[in-house]
Each structure stands twice: as structure tokens, then as C-alpha cells.
């Protein structure tokens, strides 16, 4: 772990991978440091936003190098159902990847827990892992210039949900008419770090 000044008002940790990044984010969240108002995961490294003038960020990365985060252990932010029409346009593709048939693919989708690890790539965007290691794919070889909102996707050991229309070489699992992004919602985001997440089938 190294911990380095971010600004003049942050303190950014580099670990060594995202089981690391998110036992860290879980033992932040149960003791956060006085004076940090965010904690930002990234797939290797965690943000701790300071307020100016309340503390001193020497002070807060003291406090980091004092934790001793668990293995294992992840931030809980609540739970999410996300309904799916499982009928993407690469399904046959991730089922012959995974090899598994296409209604295997979706049981095996459906009953992982998934957690939202990191946020990126767009507002809104959630980067799921779950508790099922077989799912590991790689990105398309060919990006294509428009994935429609709402769209459930794979990538790595990565699940997300498209918050909106944009490019993107995910492979396409399916659909959700869930808005995981909603800026006149507080907050505008349904997948943030630490929330759990349970895909199902809908009818």
C-alpha cells in the first residue's frame, strides 16, 4: 500500500488489485478518518476527499497506514433488484465463451450476487463483481458506436447497466428498463459502490 498526496486536499492509496482497493473502502467506511467527506474506489487505487481547513491531510494518510483492512470484506451499501429481458445480442457468444448454454448463462447471472465495486466510464456507470468466478470475458474485438441505455453487459469479471445511449465493447447480455441514472433523483445513481446487486428475469 502507498499512500500519496492528491491536490492540496486528498490522499490517494495504491494497492495492489481491486480485492485490495475494496477491503480498504470497507475498513475506510467503518472508521473514515476525521474530516475525509468521500472514499472513491477505483479498480487499484481509493480517493479520500478532505474537507479544507478541518483536518490536515498528513493527518488523514497516518490514519489510512494505521488501518489493517480485512480480506474479503466489502463496503455495504444496501441491496438493488434489476429486472432483465435476457435476450442480448451477443448472449449466444457469451454462452459458447462460457460454455454454457444460454438459459445456464442466465441462472448462473441471475443467482451471483453482485456488488457495484467502482464507478467510471460514465456517469451513472456501476462495475460489478461477483461471487461466481466463471464469469470473465473478454471485450468485443470490435466496439460498436452505439449501445442503447439500459443495456446489461459483460466485460472481465465486469458486469454493468449502460446508464445511457453511448459506444462501448461490452458483450451484451440483455436489457433492463430500471434508469440507473436519474440526475432529479438524490442520489442520481442506483449503482454505487457497495451496493449489492440481484439481477432476475423478466417476464
Known amino acids: 500500500m502507498r499512500v500519496l498526496n492528491c491536490a492540496d486536499w486528498g490522499v490517494l492509496v495504491e494497492v495492489g488489485g481491486l480485492d485490495e482497493a475494496l477491503a480498504l473502502q470497507a475498513a475506510l467506511e467503518e472508521r473514515r478518518p476525521d474530516g475525509v467527506t ?5 479498480a487499484r487505487t481509493v480517493l479520500l476527499r478532505v474537507e479544507p481547513g478541518r483536518t490536515d491531510p498528513a493527518a488523514v494518510a497516518e490514519a489510512v497506514r494505521r488501518l489493517r483492512p480485512r480480506p474479503g470484506r466489502r463496503a455495504d451499501a444496501g441491496e438493488l433488484e434489476v429486472p432483465v429481458h435476457y435476450d ?16 445456464e448463462v442466465v441462472a448462473a447471472h441471475t443467482a451471483a450476487t453482485w456488488t457495484v465495486a467502482f464507478c467510471g466510464f460514465a456517469p451513472g456507470f456501476g462495475y460489478m463483481v461477483s461471487d461466481d468466478p466463471r464469469f470473465r470475458l473478454p471485450r468485443r474485438s470490435e466496439a460498436r458506436t452505439r449501445v442503447p441505455a439500459g443495456a446489461v453487459a459483460l466485460a472481465g469479471e465486469f458486469t454493468g447497466v449502460y446508464p445511457r445511449s453511448s459506444p462501448g465493447g461490452w458483450q451484451l447480455l440483455g436489457r433492463t428498463e430500471l434508469v440507473v441514472w436519474d440526475t ?14 440481484r439481477f432476475r428475469e423478466a417476464p
Open 88 to 103: 442480448g445480442a451477443d448472449l449466444a457468444d457469451i454462452a459458447a465463451h462460457l460454455g454454457m448454454s444460454e438459459r
Open 184 to 197: 432529479d433523483r438524490d442520489p442520481p445513481a442506483l449503482l454505487r459502490p457497495g451496493v449489492r446487486v
Open 38 to 42: 468521500d472514499v472513491v474506489p477505483a
